[in-house]
């Protein structure tokens, strides 16, 4: 009998560490885990706005005819974008110039990337680069500007009539980098 105790504690002590072996097992086997790559995706976006009509009206004899106008270039997903400026009034322009239908009278162009700084000589077609975008989204602020010159000689020709007006278009054109 005394046998019979001693396997009867022995199985009983044997089962129950089997017992709370498993139980830790299965604890230590009741946690999963998973994993998620995050990606932030989008498309860049750029715009221009508040490119307004620019008259020159009535210039000082003696002086370039200028005008400035002030206007926003925006954007996400680029640091730097570049601008070009072309003449979009039907001709295959080489070179800026505003025209009555018979006389033309050659302007030029400068660029600001802000509404601040000094201008930069811009070609016709030919991309400014690397510029700097200074804001994401346009709001009601402006962050860069172009001006118009003509030239005092190129106006004050014999040619270029007394009321008559001369007129171009100037496209602008923004793209990201």
Sequence with gaps: MQKNVVRTL???????????ISAASMADSATASA???ITLSFTPTIEITRVDN?????PTLGTDAVGTEDFCVGGLGFSTYS???????GENDTEFTLTDGTNNVPYS???DNSISGSFE???IGDALTGKTRNIASCGSSDNARFQITVANSDWETATV???TTYTDTLLITVASE
């Design 121 to 123: 000589t811009v070609t």
């Design 10 to 20: 022995f199985s009983a002590i044997a089962a129950g560490t089997l017992f709370s």
């Design 109 to 111: 162009v400068g660029f």
């Design 54 to 58: 620019l008259t020159i009206t009535d």
């Design 161 to 163: 009539l007394n009321g």
């Design 83 to 89: 601008i070009t400026f072309d003449s979009n009034d």
């Design 35 to 37: 994993s998620s790559d």
